[in-house]
């Protein structure tokens, strides 16, 4: 696991979540998420509530990407993660031209966009100079890739110190966890996280 990141007494957790979950999105053709990374049951993803509300600082916000399948037990992850629901943030992605993308699969549309839910856990409200609009207009890159806009978004929002969940690459000042960055099993990573978090000394975000 990398060294841990914050920017001010540890003890309290992190006060920014960001999760893009495993959704299980199966799919034929080669363009099911099971050929990217390895995928959770929803049971699996809600499952991981005691170690997230571990790490959770008390007046912190969770950021949740969703897919439209399971955009029903996101709000129930959330809750049992132990925040509640606030606001739908929506990605609309741009070709490279800058034109809305014709939208990929979709058996009843389709979808050119992704969702992105904000729950909050105990009281921790956005500034009005740091509010952003919920509309993110940003370029699609490579297959579950979030847009740098979206981190802006989130970083402007949220104080850290911050943690991103289902991790695939990491981004400075936050403390990463999944398969692809800390290369571990994110539930005992979770509790490693959860365990070193009295212990270990205040450092700076290198953001």
Not at 5 to 16: H, N, Q, V
Not at 97 to 125: C, K, M, N, T, W
Not at 151 to 156: R, S
Not at 187 to 205: V, Y
């Given at each position: 696991?990398?060294?841990?990141?914050f920017?001010?007494?540890?003890?309290?957790?992190?006060?920014?979540?960001?999760?893009?979950?495993?959704?299980p999105?199966?799919g034929?053709?080669?363009r099911?998420?099971?050929?990217?990374?390895?995928?959770?049951?929803?049971?699996?993803?809600?499952?991981?509530?005691p170690?997230?509300?571990?790490?959770?600082?008390?007046?912190?916000?969770?950021?949740?990407?969703?897919?439209?399948t399971?955009?029903?037990?996101?709000?129930?992850i959330?809750?049992?993660?132990g925040?509640?629901?606030?606001?739908?943030?929506?990605?609309?992605?741009l070709?490279?031209?800058?034109?809305?993308?014709?939208g990929?699969?979709?058996?009843?549309?389709?979808?050119?966009?992704e969702?992105?839910?904000?729950?909050?856990?105990?009281?921790?409200?956005?500034?009005?100079?740091?509010?952003s609009?919920?509309?993110?207009?940003?370029?699609?890159?490579?297959?579950?890739?979030?847009?740098r806009?979206?981190?802006?978004?989130i970083?402007?929002?949220?104080?850290?110190?911050?943690?991103?969940?289902?991790?695939?690459?990491?981004?400075?000042g936050?403390q990463?966890?999944?398969?692809e960055?800390?290369?571990?099993?994110?539930?005992?990573?979770?509790?490693?996280?959860?365990?070193?978090l009295?212990q270990?000394e205040?450092?700076?975000?290198?953001?």
């Amino acid at each position: 696991m990398q060294s841990l990141l914050f920017d001010s007494e540890p003890a309290r957790g992190f006060t920014c979540i960001l999760a893009d979950p495993a959704w299980p999105e199966y799919g034929g053709g080669g363009r099911g998420a099971q050929n990217h990374y390895d995928l959770m049951s929803v049971q699996e993803i809600r499952d991981l509530a005691p170690m997230v509300r571990d790490v959770a600082a008390p007046n912190a916000h969770l950021w949740m990407w969703v897919t439209d399948t399971y955009l029903h037990d996101a709000m129930h992850i959330g809750s049992a993660w132990g925040f509640r629901y606030i606001r739908t943030f929506a990605w609309v992605k741009l070709k490279k031209d800058g034109d809305v993308h014709p939208g990929g699969i979709g058996q009843y549309g389709r979808g050119a966009h992704e969702l992105l839910l904000l729950f909050v856990r105990g009281s921790l409200l956005v500034p009005p100079d740091r509010r952003s609009s919920s509309v993110i207009m940003a370029k699609r890159g490579r297959h579950s890739a979030k847009p740098r806009e979206s981190y802006d978004l989130i970083e402007k929002a949220t104080p850290g110190p911050r943690l991103e969940m289902f991790c695939r690459k990491a981004h400075p000042g936050w403390q990463a966890l999944g398969n692809e960055t800390s290369g571990g099993n994110l539930a005992d990573d979770l509790r490693e996280l959860a365990n070193a978090l009295p212990q270990i000394e205040t450092t700076k975000e290198t953001a």
